[in-house]
């Protein structure tokens, strides 16, 4: 099961008008979709995800709700998509979901034993290919940019001294061996693991190459929500919207909307949620 987050002050920001287009970058397990069809059923919904999994998922709820358009893709086939039709919102929950984290058989998880796999799409290079292949200083790159990973150059030189890897806990042993376990609140292999999952997706270049898009989606007063997980995330997103995208789009969260109390303690997993939301100018 995955727990949507902050469902509904996202069902609030996309200020969803009857006879509207909307979309839901981020299908997942189908949490949104469902909140914004049941707040407002007279629209139509486009449905987007790279994994094949979630289109599943999605075809399934389409029984109940016709008014679901459906698309396997990434962020960089919303232009094709649209093809030509511009938005009354559109919402992006970045990430993975929790279908993805725990099942073992897509390796996203050091928790559990399973391929080392970490592909949303199915498709592409895997987290295997990265640390069984490549050079020791890209490794390391990898993990200091995208996992804030202090050792990544020991953690590097040691997963080259033990590959070939074939599952996520022969990798989670080996980085344990790198840095054994400190006073530390997180596994050794935690923000490795985030570095992996990050580049094997492309997570970064995805979302930058959409917000250099979302402006050319959106109709006069169309709205942009984006939930993000990490930091990393969150400043492409903030960065955009007070440089970039500054001209095109009206800021309406000052500061980000994060999950209160009630949300934290049901669902764990949303406490580093951040929720921001603009509204496109008629520029
Ligand atoms: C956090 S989950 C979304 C959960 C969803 N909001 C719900 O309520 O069930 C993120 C989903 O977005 C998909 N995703 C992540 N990056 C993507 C991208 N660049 N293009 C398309 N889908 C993407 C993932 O495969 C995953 O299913």
Same mark, same amino acid.
């Given at each position: /099961? ?11 920001? &996309? ?19 469902? +909140?914004?069809? !049941? @707040?407002? *059923?007279?629209?139509? &919904? ?9 289109? #599943?998922?999605? @075809? ?10 459906? @698309? ?13 039709? &511009? ?6 929950? =970045? ?47 990898? &993990?200091?940019?995208?996992?804030? #990973? ?15 890897? #074939?599952?996520? /806990? ?9 840095? *054994? ?19 094997? !997706? !492309? ?5 930058? +190459? /959409? ?12 709205? =942009?929500?984006?939930?993000?997980? @990490?930091?990393? #995330? ?33 669902? *764990? ?13 008629? +520029?």
């Amino acid at each position: /099961m995955h727990t949507p987050v902050l469902l509904s002050p996202i069902v609030d920001y &996309l200020n969803i008008k009857e006879g509207g287009l909307y979309m839901d970058a981020t299908f997942g397990g189908g949490g949104y979709a469902r +909140a914004i069809l !049941n @707040h407002c *059923p007279d629209i139509t &919904l486009i449905v987007l995800d790279r994994d094949p999994e979630a289109i #599943e998922r999605a @075809h399934a709820m389409a029984i109940d709700y016709p008014q679901l358009e459906i @698309h396997h893709g990434t962020f960089q086939d919303i232009e094709s998509i649209l093809n030509g039709r &511009l938005l009354d919102g559109i919402v992006f929950d =970045l990430g993975v979901s929790s279908f993805q984290i725990d099942d073992p058989t897509r390796g996203f998880s050091l928790r559990f034993d399973g391929p080392l796999d970490m592909r949303m799409s199915k498709d592409g290079i895997s987290a295997a290919d990265v640390v069984n292949t490549f050079e020791e200083n890209d490794i390391a790159d990898i &993990l200091f940019h995208y996992g804030d #990973e202090r050792k990544s150059r020991r953690i590097a030189r040691r997963i080259v001294a033990d590959r070939p890897f #074939e599952t996520t /806990m022969d990798l989670v042993k080996s980085i344990q061996k790198a840095v *054994p376990t400190t006073f530390s609140a997180q596994p050794p292999a935690t923000k490795s693991f985030q570095a992996l999952r990050i580049f094997v !997706n !492309n997570e970064l270049i995805e979302i930058d +190459a /959409m917000l250099k898009a979302i402006k050319n989606y959106l109709k006069t007063m169309g709205r =942009l929500v984006v939930v993000s997980f @990490h930091s990393l #995330e969150d400043r492409l997103v903030k960065t955009y919207l007070t440089q970039e995208g500054r001209e095109y789009f009206r800021i309406l969260t000052s500061k980000p909307i994060a999950p209160n109390d009630d949300e934290l303690k049901q669902n *764990p997993r949303a406490r580093s949620a951040k929720l921001r939301c603009a509204e496109r100018n008629d +520029a």
